[in-house]
């Protein structure tokens, strides 16, 4: 069974802090790795990820992918309180027998950061 | 950027009757609509995919005959939640993919918060 797991699943950090967000997955047919950010309403979008070792950056936050060991890390530097939200790792995957596609999401990290 | 635009986003209605959420993409043609639910403090559970004039494929465990999905064109989906239940309760998300999308592939509506009293 395709499953997306990450860790850990609350954090809690002071600002200025830089912390480490983990995403571990098992996956037939992967196609890409997305992460986002959802605070009160509906997911957006950070980054996607398709080749290993290769580090997107966006402002601080940046993410790279192992799809040998089947992982992936969210890194924010240098935290704010806005930063406070759920990060969602999430697998495209090619869907069971078809060319569509689905997203398998992991239960998501709570991010909390304290002035 | 690409938009998909839900409605409503808050809704309360009495148990037994029928609630339509409609999820349209602005400005892209959306050749696949997906359908999540996700209760507090849990993660977004695919409900359902769809492809513009054909039958959804629903996951299991989900009752297509309560949860009615209408992908009638590339950018019009809705979803009516039939004779609904306080347990049917939930926030419901579509996305929307298309072959000239954003090149991360999926865009989320807005959401709708569905309460069922």
């Known amino acids: 069974e395709d499953k997306v797991v990450q860790s850990p699943l609350s954090l809690v950090v002071h600002e200025g802090d830089t912390v480490t967000l983990n995403c571990s997955y098992e996956v037939t047919n992967f196609r890409s790795l997305l992460w986002y950010k959802q605070e009160k309403k509906a997911p957006t979008f950070l980054f996607m990820l398709t080749s290993s070792g290769i580090e997107k950056k966006s402002g601080r936050l940046s993410s790279i992918l192992d799809k040998k060991e089947l992982f992936s890390i969210l890194n924010i530097t240098a935290t704010q309180t806005g930063d406070s939200a759920v990060y969602l790792c999430?697998?495209?995957?090619?869907?069971?027998?078809?060319?569509?596609?689905?997203?398998?999401f992991g239960k998501g990290t709570k991010l909390s950061v304290k002035p | 950027g690409a938009v998909v635009s839900q409605h409503p986003s808050r809704v309360i209605c009495k148990s037994g009757t029928s609630v339509k959420i409609e999820c349209r993409s602005l400005?892209?043609?959306?050749?696949?609509m997906f359908w999540y639910r996700q209760f507090p403090k849990q993660s977004l559970m695919l409900m359902a995919t769809?492809?513009?004039?054909?039958?959804?494929?629903?996951e299991q465990g989900v009752e297509k005959d309560k949860f009615l999905i209408n992908h009638a064109s590339l950018t019009l989906s809705t979803l009516t939640v039939t004779s609904a239940h306080p347990e049917d309760s939930s926030f419901y998300i579509c996305?929307?993919?298309?072959?000239?999308?954003?090149?991360?592939?999926?865009?989320f509506g807005s959401g709708t918060r569905l309460t069922v009293v």
């Open positions: 996305s929307a993919r298309g072959k000239t999308g954003p090149p991360y592939g999926y865009t």
């Open positions: 769809s492809n513009e004039g054909s039958k959804a494929t629903y």
């Open positions: 400005d892209f043609q959306a050749t696949t």
């Open positions: 999430a697998v495209d995957s090619l869907a069971r027998g078809g060319s569509q596609g689905n997203l398998i």
